[in-house]
Structures are given as structure tokens and as C-alpha cells.
């Protein structure tokens, strides 16, 4: 008889580690950051107790667990790490080691807000401030969907070769617990087969990695990496369908809708924040609005011609970014946006705010009063 | 109402201050207060922080005071002193801060002799995170991260900072490792490491042995006991390398 799904109540750091668990990783470096940490003591601890049959590497700061992780890709593991804010950025060279070199490393991020000055909250300037280091970016919504994106994630990574970061909100998602179904272990290994790397370092065949090139050389490789980030949005939707046939799930594929069709107000955001705007929408439509949600789940690459195809004809769309897209005004989802609809759906208002920087609270009814102050502009 | 008498350097504001009862930071604060005090350098000093647990003093002090990058306190240091060489510059520390993240530049910061006071606090744990494994974390020690003990198999030996540090520097370095077990010894260390900076001598390293029961999980006398009978035997106290006295106080 087929084992059933579990279902438990867990957080959102511990949703990660068990998703890891179950795409049976094999090297795991990590260094602590705050709301992270709780992902590496999980994982730490299930490799300790056998749990998890990988190595942990009690690396000495980001810099080297992505070096780490780079290396341990390349040697043909699969493998995870986790980081936040300034964590990330002390990551960013070798965020393009991992990409240049097309090693399909998957990482969670778990957003909060940058330094100086210090905060511990979320907000999303830390995974938006990686957009151009040529990841692929995921931003999840709830437990359930870090769990699913994560196995997702190192599916589409391995299918092209293309490193994956997995974001979600510090405290709101990190470490509130949410109920959680857990596939049967047989079910996530038919979606999530082992990991064979078409190439990797092995003396018995010499070659060497990520050498110097001559520009012509150079610029062949980083036109491939611009192209394959492109061509991830088919795999991202296949991943997405066949994780749903599989285990009944289903979170959106690049992007996820919520009372769109007939909407003539759209928020759009990405996150926690999106989650909540849920409940904005139903206020919003108590209060006679026709309002919808648009969410990408994918950032990079942004999924233009989806959200094209969905937004409906005369639409406002309100994005409420949570990051300053330093030198515009307002944020970097508007800019994206707007970079998409130009020229292709002149139809679309976009209006912008930035809000809940720092991890300032939003709930639902500030976001919908916040939406029609926006109509009235 | 009885006031204790406090360093005059304290900036009583934020006292009592917010340190977790038993933790070995305020010891070693006190002391550096009042070692400011007799050397009256409190209206020359800057006094910077990593972050770690050493970033809750950024307002203990009535100085000037910065919070870095965690690790980057020691360039951040540099960079003061070598544009203000007057300035008495103190960078605040963990072990994790120093001998991890930041051990590329706490060597080469030494290396070049830069003339600035470090203060390391080892409490053998990633204190603010939560008690994660540090690099000096004991054999055997149970954190977060090593919650069977740390296994010095895949994770190597605690590291001895100031024994490493006593190699690479060049003369006129002071080098010690005190304890907050040993306060008299602390601020005599301490003291000298100041002196040193005031002299132009070169680079100047203090490790603490310190406590941290929140994440020891220790009562008052079980903390007591992992510091004096597991850490000190481990990582001994004393003069390293001083200018001061040839062969160094032990
Ligand atoms: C680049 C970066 N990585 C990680 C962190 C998270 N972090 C904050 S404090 C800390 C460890 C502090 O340990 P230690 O230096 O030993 O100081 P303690 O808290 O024990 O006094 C870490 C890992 C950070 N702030 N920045
Ligand atoms: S966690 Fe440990 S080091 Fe930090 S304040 Fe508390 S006792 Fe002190
Ligand atoms: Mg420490």
C-alpha cells in the first residue's frame, strides 16, 4: 500500500531543513545568521543523528559556504545552504562563481532588511539586490510553499545547470508555524530523481574549471547564462505541474493569481506580503472593489509574458514593493513590471509604494487602505 | 538605595546594561572603564564593535562608538587609527567575529603591526545567534551545531588565537589571554594593551575567557565551573608577548 502524506505543524526554517532532507542532499556548508540559523541547527542536527546521510561543514563566514557549496557542486553533490541580508551580500562574488559556472546550487534565503543600519526584519533589499548575479530567484508565500519550491528548485537547478535561490520572509514565515503536509518520501524521489551531473571534476578524466577566458570566449558563455535563465521558465512550469500530479500540491507555477479574472484593481507583490494581501482582496471586494492579486513566484527571470497573459484588459496594478530601487522612485517590482508591459499592454495603469521596510508590519486592512488611497491618485 | 561606584567612562543611561545575568561581558567592560578612567583616555577613545553579542555595549561607554560588519571591526579600527593616529582606537569582539569571520584580517592586521587595541571575548560559542559551534567550541562541547559534541575529527581543535597571534607579530605586539575569572589579572591586561597603543609599541590583542550561561544552559555554579576547570585548563592565561616584561606574566 502507498504511504500517505503527514501532515504537522511546523515553521517555516523547519519546513526548509525537511524539504532538504527529502531531496537527500549530500553537502550542506553554513554559517549562522539571524533568521537562518534555524535552518542550519535542524540540518546540522539531522546529519549528527544520521537522519540525513550528507556532510555539514561548519564553514568560518558566507564567503566560504559558497565557495564551499561551488566546490561540492562541481565535484557532483547536490547541494543546500542558507543565508540572510548581509549574509547574502558577503556571498555576492561567489553568488557569480556559482552561476558563471553553471552549478546547480540551491540556497534558501531567508529576506532581511540590510546594513547600515542594523535591522533583524524582513524586508526584500537583500534577495533584490542579487537580481543581476544570474540565480534564478523563487519568492515563497507560506511553509508549504518553501517546502514545495525547494524540491522544485533543485529540479529546475539540475535540469539546467543554473543556480537557485529560494526566498522567504524572516519571522513571518522563518518562525511561524503553519500546518505542513509532508509527501511520501516515494513520491518526492519520482519528482526529484538523483542528481547526475552531466560533468564534474574528476581526476580519472582531467579538465580544469572556471579559468580564464579570451573575450570572445567569455562573452559566449555569459550569452548562454542570459539565454538558459530565459529558457528556466518552461521547466519552472513543468516542475510546477508534475510536483501537482504527483503530490496534489500546487502554488502558482512562475506566477499565482487570486480572484484575477474579472479584477480591475491588481496588487502585486511578492512574499509573505502576498499572503496577507489575500485577505486585502476579500476587503476590498466587501467594500464593492473589483480587486485581485497577482504574485510572482518567480523574480529571475521575471515572468513577463505570464503576467502579459493575465492581467486583465484596463487593469490598475498596485505593486507594493518591500526594497528602494535606489535612483527611481519607488521599487524594483514596478520597475520590472513596467520594463515588461511597455509597448505590449499600454491598457495597464501601474501605481507604486514601498512599504514594510525593516520588517514594519502590513496587515490586511493597511494594504487595503493603502490600495484606495492609490485609486484615488 | 545603594549606587555602586562605576567607571566614570560608563555612560550610565543605558545601565544596568543588557547583557544576559551571568554573562562575562560586563566583567570585561567594567574593567575596560576603568582602565579608561586611570589612563584618562575616555575624551580620545573609539570604542567599535562587531556584532555578536559585543555589539549590545555600542552605547555602554560615554565615547564615541561604532558598530561594523561582523568580523570587519578590525579594518574598521585601522582605518580610524591610520587617519587619526592620536585617537585611541578599541575594537570590541567575539571569537566568532575574530578567529571566523574576521580572522583574515585580525592576521593581517597583526602581521602589519597596526596600532590598535583588540578586545576578544571567548565564550566558546556563537553567543547571539544562539549558541552555534565556534572555532572554540571544546572538544566534546555540545552547541546547536555540534549537538553531540563537537567532534574535532571533522571539525579540527579550538583555536588558540593569541598563541598564533604571539607568532606572527612583530616586536612591540602585546599578546595575552586573561579571564573574568581573574579581574585584577584582566585589567592589569587590559591596561598594558592600552598602554601599549598609547606608546606607539604596535598591535595589541587581548583575549577574554568569558561566560555565557543562556547558551551553556548553566546555573551560576555550573557556569563557574565550565569556565575555570574546562576552559582555563584549556586556553591558559597570561603575557604572551609584551613589551613590557620580557618573557611575559604568567
Ligand atoms: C555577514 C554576517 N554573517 C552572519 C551574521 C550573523 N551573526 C551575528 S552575530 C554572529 C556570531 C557572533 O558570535 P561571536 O563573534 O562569538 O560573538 P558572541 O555573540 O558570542 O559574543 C553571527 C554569526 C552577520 N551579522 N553577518
Ligand atoms: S547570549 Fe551569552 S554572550 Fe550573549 S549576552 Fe547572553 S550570556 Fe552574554
Ligand atoms: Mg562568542
Known amino acids: ?377 | 538605595m545603594i549606587t555602586p561606584a562605576v567607571p566614570k567612562s560608563w555612560y550610565l543611561p543605558t545601565k544596568p546594561h543588557k547583557f544576559c545575568p551571568g554573562c562575562g561581558h560586563g566583567i570585561v567592560l567594567k574593567a575596560l572603564g576603568e582602565v579608561i578612567d586611570e589612563l584618562e583616555i575616555q575624551d580620545q577613545t573609539i570604542f567599535g564593535c562587531d556584532i555578536g553579542c559585543s555589539l549590545l555595549s555600542w552605547d555602554f561607554f560615554a565615547c564615541d562608538s561604532t558598530q561594523t560588519h561582523h568580523g570587519r571591526t578590525i579594518p574598521v579600527m585601522v582605518g580610524i587609527k591610520r587617519s587619526r593616529p592620536e585617537l585611541i582606537t578599541i575594537g570590541y569582539m567575539g571569537d566568532g567575529g575574530g578567529y571566523s569571520i574576521g580572522s583574515q584580517h585580525l592576521l593581517n592586521s597583526a602581521v602589519r603591526n597596526e596600532k590598535v587595541t583588540l578586545i576578544l571575548v571567548n565564550n566558546t560559542n556563537y553567543g547571539m545567534t544562539g549558541g552555534q559551534m565556534a572555532p572554540t567550541t571544546l572538544p566534546g562541547q555540545k552547541t546547536e551545531t555540534s549537538p553531540y559534541g563537537r567532534d574535532p575529527e571533522t571539525t579540527g581543535y579550538p583555536t588558540k588565537g593569541p598563541e598564533f597571534l604571539a607568532e606572527v607579530t612583530s616586536e612591540g605586539a602585546y599578546v595575552a589571554r586573561a579571564t573574568v575569572s581573574k579581574y585584577k589579572q584582566l585589567k592589569r591586561f587590559l591596561k598594558n594593551a592600552l598602554r601599549n597603543q598609547i606608546e606607539g609599541n604596535g598591535f595589541s590583542f587581548v583575549e577574554v575567557l568569558s561566560t555565557c550561561p543562556t547558551n551553556w544552559r548553566t546555573n551560576a555554579q555550573q557556569t563557574w565551573h565550565f569556565l575555570e576547570d574546562e576552559m582555563e585548563p584549556y586556553f591558559p592565561v597570561g603575557e604572551l608577548k609584551s613589551p613590557f616584561s620580557k618573557g611575559g606574566d604568567k
Open chain 1, 1 to 377: 500500500m502507498k504511504a500517505a502524506a503527514q501532515v504537522i505543524m511546523d515553521t517555516g526554517a523547519h519546513a526548509a531543513a525537511l524539504a532538504v532532507k527529502s531531496a537527500r542532499v549530500d553537502v550542506v556548508p553554513g554559517y549562522p545568521i539571524t533568521p537562518q540559523t534555524a535552518i542550519m541547527e535542524a540540518l546540522a542536527a539531522m546529519v549528527e543523528n544520521g537522519e540525513l546521510h550528507a556532510r555539514f561543514i561548519p564553514v568560518e563566514g558566507e564567503h566560504s559556504a559558497m565557495a564551499a557549496a561551488v566546490a561540492a557542486s562541481a565535484a557532483g553533490a547536490r547541494v543546500f545552504t542558507a543565508t540572510s541580508a548581509n549574509g547574502l551580500l558577503y556571498m555576492h562574488e561567489v553568488l557569480h562563481m556559482a552561476s558563471g559556472g553553471r552549478l546547480p546550487v540551491v540556497m534558501c534565503n531567508v529576506n532581511r532588511g540590510i546594513f547600515a543600519p542594523w535591522t533583524l526584519w524582513a524586508d526584500h533589499q537583500d534577495s533584490f539586490a542579487q537580481r543581476d548575479t544570474g540565480w534564478i530567484q523563487y519568492h515563497c508565500s507560506s511553509n508549504q510553499e518553501v517546502f514545495n519550491t525547494i524540491l522544485q528548485a533543485f529540479r529546475v537547478a539540475e535540469q539546467i545547470n543554473i543556480p537557485i535561490m529560494v526566498n522567504f520572509d524572516g519571522f513571518a514565515i522563518s518562525h511561524c508555524l503553519m500546518p505542513l503536509t509532508l509527501p511520501p518520501q516515494e513520491d518526492i524521489d519520482r519528482f526529484l530523481p538523483p542528481f547526475e551531473p552531466e560533468w564534474r571534476l574528476d581526476p580519472a578524466h582531467p579538465s580544469s574549471f572556471s579559468n580564464v577566458t579570451m573575450a570572445a570566449e567569455y562573452a559566449t558563455f555569459r550569452q548562454m547564462l542570459a539565454d538558459d535563465i530565459l529558457a528556466a521558465i518552461p521547466l519552472v512550469k513543468q516542475a510546477a505541474r508534475e510536483y501537482q500530479e504527483i503530490t496534489g500540491m500546487w502554488d502558482g507555477d512562475t506566477i499565482d493569481t487570486y480572484r484575477l479574472e474579472d479584477a480591475e484593481v491588481v496588487a502585486l507583490a511578492v512574499n509573505s506580503m502576498a499572503a496577507e494581501l489575500r485577505l486585502s482582496v476579500d476587503i476590498l471586494r466587501q467594500q464593492g472593489i473589483k480587486a485581485g492579486l497577482l504574485r510572482p513566484r518567480l523574480v529571475v527571470p521575471f515572468p513577463s509574458e505570464d503576467i502579459i497573459q493575465v492581467l486583465p484588459r484596463n487593469a490598475q496594478v498596485m505593486v507594493l514593493d518591500r526594497n528602494y530601487n535606489y535612483g527611481h522612485p519607488g521599487g524594483i517590482l514596478a520597475q520590472e513590471l513596467k520594463g515588461a508591459l511597455f509597448g505590449r499592454r499600454n491598457d495597464i495603469t501601474v501605481k507604486n509604494r514601498v512599504m514594510g521596510i525593516g520588517g514594519i508590519d502590513l496587515p490586511r486592512r493597511l494594504m487595503a487602505d493603502e490600495i484606495r488611497a492609490m485609486m484615488e491618485e
